[in-house]
């Protein structure tokens, strides 16, 4: 037995918050003598608290209520059932039906990081720049960096992440960790051998333009392509426009194979960020027709989506592709920096794909040049998967397959713009028991697409029922000889394995990897990783560490890192150690009762209070600022 587990009894019996049975249905079977009670549970952690000192903060609002742990959110129950399993009668005219509760927690607390941080340096001193401050006195920030020093939080910790690896901290004095890199009369120190090696490292790539920024601003940019592809379309001549390129003999070249790319200005940066010299091949002048942007796509067979930081994890565990969080293209062609941010692609991401969100032709498609102009990505993908009421609404995301005249449009048209191969994401349907993947697919594959990704559920299931792969296995022959992989409920090998088996050319995982991002790992050794509290808290460290890479390690980037660390540690606690499942393996949908692991670690990272995330976050970001309130975005809607 392991250590600390024998000073908790395993209690069952008729309380409600007692250990539950193996066999009971949407509950992993943790051993026996692992479970424990709710009680019991925080008893133990509020015991072996190695530090009592941040006992305030608790995730607690600043007016006083308690948002430590969510109320549970209610199991969506099949028509006429309850909760027990029983079949009720009908409902009397006088009784209403329970509200279905959403996967949001939309009355969270929204503090920006800037709010941490109310007396900021003048950027003029932080970069160290020779001139003034071009605002003089109309300046909202400070210029006195000894008042600054006087009023800066202590550091967070002796080393620095950006030091350590670049040579140089670009935040200098605001750093939260500037002990390790600041002179003794407070100058910034740099280190020429470390700059020098790693001026020779390849930088993240995809980032925003500032005369680009000001072009989309001002409406200055032309879209030639895609006013050609769309009066093409609107004229009823979209096939005549797709079909001779898929047709064309190989060493057939178009008189339009190579096209003017003006209107972005000449101080627009090229395509790609690489300027190469050399001869030149028919590679750099012949546009890829779509059958041979089918073979780019089929090369790997494991995708993942989030944040770059998050990303680098995936790709260090074995992910093959990985692809962008979703942006919304209106902003992109408004030059919206924090949008254009989750385009950035790192130098380990070798196939990275991008995915947009829209609801009109002219808008995706002016937006598919836009992108195929000035970033470099492997394939850019159509979000036709999101069931938020907020894209849905306004005609995106699902509710795409709805409208199949525009959904046509857009993917022809950005398949007309674009050099890389388009592929699509989707569900099976918009309504539970109405299925239109099927229907789809063939027209997809007609309309230009590359690949598509389907998961298992309809817009309507969200995620409160399993995939149904039944059905994408029926869909990856409807769609042959278009790739289909699959998507939903995978997390483990075994589950991958099952997968591939219904005749997907592959499968995409997202909520699996952040449960447990080695799954990657697993999947490619086809085994089961015990990977203990230790491994784990290195995996949160590493994660931080890329997170201060990239936000920055001054206050706004630690509380920006602290905050995206918290909404993962949110899914994180969701899994259960392999060495105390009684079978293997876990499945998604089910939830981990209370149990007490075979550590002090381990036990505290299946916590499923705020509260205990922010103690991890502390861990490895130092304590929260003053006021510090952290809820989840998202609640759990899978188990069951």
């Known amino acids: 037995m392991a250590e600390g587990a024998a000073e908790v009894p395993a209690e069952s019996g008729a309380d409600g918050d007692s250990g539950v049975s193996a066999s009971e249905r949407g509950v992993a079977p943790i051993k026996a003598q692992y479970r424990t009670t709710k009680e019991h549970f925080h008893e133990y952690l509020d015991a072996n608290r190695q530090d009592k000192a941040h006992g305030e903060t608790e995730a607690e609002d600043p007016n006083g209520s308690n948002l430590a742990e969510p109320e549970a959110k209610r199991i969506r129950l099949e028509d006429g059932q309850t909760e027990t399993g029983q079949i009720e009668e009908a409902a009397t005219p006088s009784e209403k039906p329970q509200r279905r509760a959403r996967g949001q927690n939309k009355g969270r607390p929204h503090v920006k990081p800037t709010h941490y941080e109310q007396n900021r340096l003048c950027p003029s001193l932080i970069q160290e720049l020779a001139a003034t401050c071009a605002f003089g006195d109309r300046c909202r920030f400070l210029h006195d960096v000894g008042r600054y020093l006087e009023m800066k939080p202590a550091d967070l910790g002796p080393h620095c992440v950006l030091f350590d690896t670049f040579g140089r901290c670009p935040y200098g004095v605001t750093c939260r960790f500037a002990g390790a890199h600041l002179g003794p009369e407070g100058q910034n120190l740099v280190q020429e051998e470390v700059v020098a090696r790693s001026a020779n490292l390849p930088a993240v790539r995809n980032s925003l333009d500032r005369v680009l920024q000001q072009q989309l601003r001002k409406r200055q940019v032309h879209f030639e392509r895609t006013e050609k592809a769309l009066r093409q379309l609107s004229q009823g001549h979209a ?336 899994y259960v150690p392999v060495g105390l499942l009684e079978r293997l393996p876990q499945r998604i949908n089910e939830r981990p009762p209370y149990y007490v692991g075979r550590d002090y670690l381990e036990t505290l990272m299946a916590s499923q209070q705020a509260a205990d995330w922010i103690r991890i976050s502390e861990m490895l970001l130092g304590p929260v600022p003053a006021g510090f309130a952290f809820l989840p975005k998202h609640k759990a809607n899978a188990y069951k």
């Not at 002048?285 to 089929?298: A, N, S, W, Y």
């Not at 699509?424 to 993947?437: C, F, I, N, Y």
């Not at 029922?465 to 994408?472: G, K, P, T, V």
């Open 239 to 574: 096939s005549a426009a797709t079909t001779p390129k898929a047709t064309a003999a190989p060493g057939q070249n178009s008189h339009n194979a190579q096209r003017d790319l003006a209107g972005l200005g000449t101080d627009t940066p090229p395509r790609s960020p690489v300027q190469t010299c050399g001869p030149l091949t028919d590679e750099d002048v012949v546009r890829l027709r779509p059958c041979e942007k089918k073979r780019v796509c089929i090369s790997s067979s494991l995708l993942a989506c989030g944040n770059l930081p998050f990303r680098r994890i995936c790709k260090r565990f074995g992910a093959d592709v990985t692809c962008g969080e979703m942006a919304v293209c209106t902003n992109l062609l408004q030059g919206q920096m924090s949008e254009w941010a989750l385009l950035k692609r790192h130098p380990c991401e070798d196939i990275f794909g991008v995915q947009l969100e829209g609801a009109f032709p002219d808008t995706m498609t002016k937006c598919a040049e836009l992108l195929n102009r000035t970033i470099d990505v492997d394939f850019v993908d159509i979000n036709v998967g999101c069931p938020i009421d907020l894209v849905y609404k306004k005609g995106g995301g699902c509710a795409l397959m709805n409208r199949s005249a525009k959904f046509q449009q857009i993917v022809r048209g950005m398949n007309e713009v674009l050099d890389v191969p388009l592929t699509v994401k989707m569900r099976t349907g918009v309504q539970e028991r109405v299925s239109l993947a099927h229907r789809l697919l063939p027209e997809l594959r007609d309309w230009g697409a590359a690949l598509v990704t389907l998961h298992g559920r309809s817009r309507e299931q969200r995620y409160t029922r399993l995939a149904d792969w039944c059905y994408i296995e029926e869909c990856a022959k409807v769609a042959d000889p278009m790739p289909l992989f699959g998507n939903g409920d995978i997390l483990s090998y075994e589950d991958a394995n099952r997968a591939m088996q219904t005749g997907v050319a592959g499968i995409m995982i997202a909520r699996g990897a952040l449960l447990k991002p080695w799954l990657f790992t697993e999947i490619k050794e086809q085994r089961h990783w015990d990977i203990s509290s230790s491994e784990r808290l290195e995996v949160l460290r590493d994660f931080t560490h890329f997170g201060l890479e990239h936000w920055g390690s001054d206050t706004q980037g630690v509380e920006r890192t602290r905050r995206f660390l918290l909404e993962w540690l949110s899914f994180l606690c969701r």
